[in-house]
C-alpha cells in the first residue's frame, strides 16, 4: 500500500513537472515570436525607396513645358536661301557642317573664333544673317561670352537667332546657353534633321 502510494505521489510529481516545462518552453517561443515580430517590423520602418532628385523632377517639367509650346514644322520646310553665320574653331567640323549645310541651301560663312564672329557681325549690315550656329568651346572668347556680346549691341538685330553646339550634354550647360540668351542647345555631332527642325520652330514662331 506504501509502495502505490508512493508510486502515485512521484507520478504527480513527473506531471507537474512536465507542465512547468512546457510551460516555460510556451514562454520562451512567445517572446522567441515577439522578439521576431518586433526585428521584422524594424526593418520594415527604415527601409527606404530613393526619391527622384531636383533636377530630375525639373527637368522633367521643361521637357512637358517645350512639349506644349512646340511648333510644327511642315515637312518640306529647308534651310534655302537662309544665311548661316558658323562658329567653328575645328577645321573638320567646320568643313563637314558648311558642307551639309549648303547641300540643304543655305548660305554660310565661317568665323574662326568667338571674338571673330562677334566682329564679323558687328560690322555686317542689319539682317544679314538669320542665324548664328556658335561652339561653345573656343579660343580668344567662347560661344556664351560672344552670345552675351551680340545681344548687348544696340542693333536691331541683336536678337538673331543664336543656337549653341557642344559636345557637353549636361542639362545645367544646356540650361546656361538659355540663360546668356541662346535660342537652343544642340548637342555634338550635330544631328541636320534636328537642327533643321530647331530653326524652323523658331522661324514659325515669329509668323
Given amino acids: ?41 524594424e526593418f520594415v520602418v527604415y527601409v527606404a525607396l ?15 513645358q517645350e512639349t506644349v509650346r512646340k511648333v510644327v514644322v511642315p515637312d518640306d520646310f529647308t534651310l534655302d536661301g537662309i544665311h548661316i553665320l558658323l562658329a567653328e574653331d575645328n577645321d573638320i567640323n567646320a568643313e563637314i557642317a558648311m ?5 540643304n541651301g543655305a548660305i554660310v560663312q565661317r568665323a574662326y573664333d568667338g571674338e571673330e564672329v562677334v566682329q564679323i557681325f558687328k560690322d555686317s549690315a542689319l539682317r544679314t544673317y538669320d542665324v548664328i550656329l556658335m561652339d561653345i568651346q573656343m579660343p580668344k572668347m567662347d560661344g556664351w561670352e ?5 545681344r ?15 559636345a557637353n550634354a549636361f542639362l545645367e550647360d544646356r540650361r546656361h546657353s538659355i540663360r546668356v540668351g541662346m535660342n537652343g542647345h544642340i548637342n555634338k555631332p550635330v544631328d541636320f534633321d534636328e537642327l533643321r527642325q530647331m530653326i524652323g520652330e523658331q522661324f514659325y514662331k515669329k509668323e
Fill in 99 to 103: 558642307e551639309i549645310l549648303e547641300m
Fill in 1 to 41: 500500500m506504501k509502495e502505490l502510494a508512493k508510486d502515485m505521489m512521484m507520478g504527480s510529481i513527473a506531471w507537474w513537472l512536465l507542465l512547468a516545462a512546457l510551460a516555460g518552453i510556451a514562454v520562451l517561443w512567445n517572446l522567441y515570436l515577439k522578439e521576431k515580430r518586433k526585428t521584422a517590423s
Fill in 146 to 150: 560672344a552670345t552675351e556680346v551680340i
Fill in 50 to 64: 530613393p526619391l527622384a532628385e531636383q533636377s530630375q523632377i525639373e527637368e522633367k517639367e521643361n521637357q512637358e
Fill in 152 to 166: 548687348r549691341m544696340p542693333r536691331e538685330d541683336s536678337d538673331i537667332l543664336i543656337f549653341a553646339m557642344s
